[in-house]
């Protein structure tokens, strides 16, 4: 029997000098992922760290596994590559708002939808960091920054509610200050056959400081904060005193006032129904400007085939029924022509069917 893997937060430090701003959230996330990392009971060489461009793309420097400082936005692209190729890996992405919303947004998208096993880590702080404060795909309407001296005219994305739309099997939010819900919901993405989005609220707070705030204080985050958990009511509040319910007119979600008339409409929070409807309308609940009444926790969690597994099913049906592949026959194909001299005319060139 093989010796029990038992490995430390501090394992997974490297020798680098993490360079972030002082006070800012990435530390928070940094440390949090580092203490979760030895409860995947994996050799360090077993998991890898793939990212983009932008200050929470500095990931990989400081994680003592393999890793990756690839291209902006196509960090989903290039882990794809790598976890279906290498299966015995653990492959993490982790991006930004900036990164993952604006150029790499496609290759996000079709990472979700294939549902490959990847985990991917979509550090949102509502602003451009590295590139020093320009408005990105999640600021508010009205933003001021320097590339939008006179306020944001884009409506934000929602991360979650893309995700969602994407057809992504699990879907979850979390706070960059919350160590003990981060931990948890990383937990549950590394258990995930698939594709996992977390979207992280991490604050920068030298050019968009407070983004968060609402959620972070404890009075107010009491109310503003709506906490998932799977089979249970989704209630929220001082003494739970509110709850959301299903609009009987529309259909939307709405945050009330639970009173013995209307708990019974009280929603119990299923991440498991294979229907996305409900995610997607909880995740629309937080507004974009207040964040009141926004939802953290895992939004959907559902069983999907995964992308990896499927394609290595295929490799091996191919070579069950065609034999070892020839890769030269594959790259020739069958619509191939031999060029020679013909008899009458030695210098020139004829074509003529194989």
Not at 105 to 126: D, T
Not at 252 to 276: C, F, G, I, Q, Y
Not at 323 to 346: C, E, F, M, Q, Y
Request: proline share 5%.
């Amino acid at each position: 029997m093989g010796t029990e893997l038992r490995l430390q937060p501090k394992d997974f430090k490297s020798d680098q000098e993490v360079r972030w701003c002082p006070g800012c959230g990435d530390y928070a996330i940094l440390a949090a992922v580092q203490g979760f990392m030895p409860e995947l009971g994996l050799a360090r060489e077993n998991i890898v760290f793939v990212s983009g461009i932008g200050c929470s793309s500095r990931f990989p420097y400081y994680m003592n596994t393999y890793g990756m400082h690839s291209i902006h936005g196509r960090a989903p692209a290039i882990a794809t590559g790598l976890a279906t190729s290498r299966r015995d890996l653990s492959v993490w992405v982790v991006t930004g708002d900036g990164d993952a919303l604006s150029i790499g947004g496609n290759h996000l998208i079709h990472a979700l939808r294939r549902n490959v096993n990847l985990k991917i880590l979509l550090f949102n702080n509502r602003i451009y960091g590295l590139t020093k404060g320009q408005y990105s795909p999640t600021s508010e309407v009205g933003k001021i920054t320097k590339s939008t001296p006179m306020g944001s005219l884009d409506a934000p994305f929602n991360p979650v509610s893309l995700a969602i739309g994407a057809e992504a099997t699990f879907v979850a939010r979390t706070v960059d200050s919350d160590r003990k819900h981060l931990t948890d919901v990383l937990r549950q993405a590394a258990a995930h056959p698939g594709t996992a989005l977390v979207e992280i609220y991490q604050n920068c707070n030298i050019f968009n400081d407070g983004a968060f705030d609402i959620l972070k204080d404890r009075r107010q985050a009491e109310e503003a904060v709506i906490r998932l958990e799977h089979g249970q009511p989704i209630r929220f509040g001082t003494d739970h005193a509110q709850g959301i319910v299903r609009d009987e007119t529309t259909g939307d979600l709405k945050a009330v006032t639970v009173t013995p008339d209307n708990e019974a409409r009280v929603l119990v929070h299923d991440a498991h129904t294979p229907s996305p409807t409900t995610a997607f309308a909880l995740s629309r609940l937080a507004d974009p400007d207040t964040l009141h009444h926004t939802p953290i926790g895992v939004f959907r969690s559902v069983d999907r085939p995964v992308y990896d597994t499927q394609m290595a099913d295929q490799l091996e049906q191919a070579v069950e029924m065609n034999g070892k592949g020839d890769l030269g026959a594959l790259l020739a194909g069958n619509d191939t022509w031999k060029v020679g001299r013909s008899a009458r005319h030695p210098r020139s060139t004829t074509a003529a069917r194989p």
